[in-house]
């Protein structure tokens, strides 16, 4: 059972350009969670995420990011017209369900740089 | 939302056991404590869950007194390989990560 997969790995973009990452979350998980981490410190919630539905976006920027979860596909998170800030290893997860003590699985991140 | 406090780093030498105390005093009833590790450049990874009392896996074990307001990630024998951020969360409807304790396991 192959866990959670991100794409791409490593990704570089000039400022202004749009970034698009993402994420598969394991078989049979219909709940999706990013998060964001900047060098030396603690991952930081960004958006969760069920089949089609946005459940929670409080941690993420109000303007120029947007995530989707659509019935067939992969979970994608775009950053538009990035700046050097959003520098950072941004994680997905998943888990099966959701409530008291879900586990949340993560995949490898994605390396965003901005230049 | 539960806020936990962890030490920023700590030093152990192989072979060592290492314990890890997490304090949640605000911890609501139904929730509950989670370990999580990270290397770096990769995501975190469980490592163990809790709710009360003892909790013991193959990996490690979580000790969590009666009142709940800590808890404790006990890893026994310590390798090199052990090197990472341990991050203690309290796992309720949602989850926060804060900075984390960082391990450094020294030959």
């Known amino acids: 059972n192959a866990g959670v997969m991100q794409n791409p790995r490593h990704l570089v973009r000039r400022r202004g350009q749009e970034a698009r990452l993402r994420c598969s979350p394991m078989?049979?998980?219909?709940?999706v969670y990013w998060y964001r981490q900047l060098p030396e410190e603690g991952l930081k919630f960004m958006v969760y995420?069920?089949?089609?539905?946005?459940?929670?976006e409080s941690g993420m920027p109000k303007e120029r990011f947007s995530a989707e979860f659509p019935k067939e596909g992969p979970s994608i998170l775009r950053i538009q017209q990035v700046v050097r800030g959003d520098s950072a290893a941004y994680f997905c997860?998943?888990?099966?369900?959701?409530?008291?003590?879900?586990?949340?699985?993560f995949g490898p991140g994605t390396r965003l740089l901005v230049l | 939302l539960a806020k936990t406090t962890q030490p920023i780093s700590m030093d152990s030498y192989e072979g060592q056991e290492v314990n890890i105390t997490c304090s949640h005093n605000?911890?609501?009833?139904?929730?509950?404590i989670t370990w999580y590790q990270q290397f770096p450049s990769q995501g975190p990874r469980f490592i163990i869950q809790g709710y009360k009392t003892k909790v013991t896996n193959e990996v490690a074990s979580l000790f969590i007194p009666a009142d709940r307001k800590s808890s404790t990630l006990s890893l026994p024998r310590v390798s090199l390989s052990d090197t990472a951020v341990y991050y203690c969360l309290v796992v309720g409807n949602d989850m926060r990560f804060g900075a984390g304790t960082r391990l450094t396991v020294k030959p």
């Open positions: 078989k049979g998980h219909s709940h």
């Open positions: 995420l069920q089949k089609e539905n946005i459940i929670d």
């Open positions: 605000n911890i609501a009833t139904n929730d509950y």
């Open positions: 997860a998943s888990s099966l369900t959701t409530g008291y003590g879900e586990t949340q699985y």
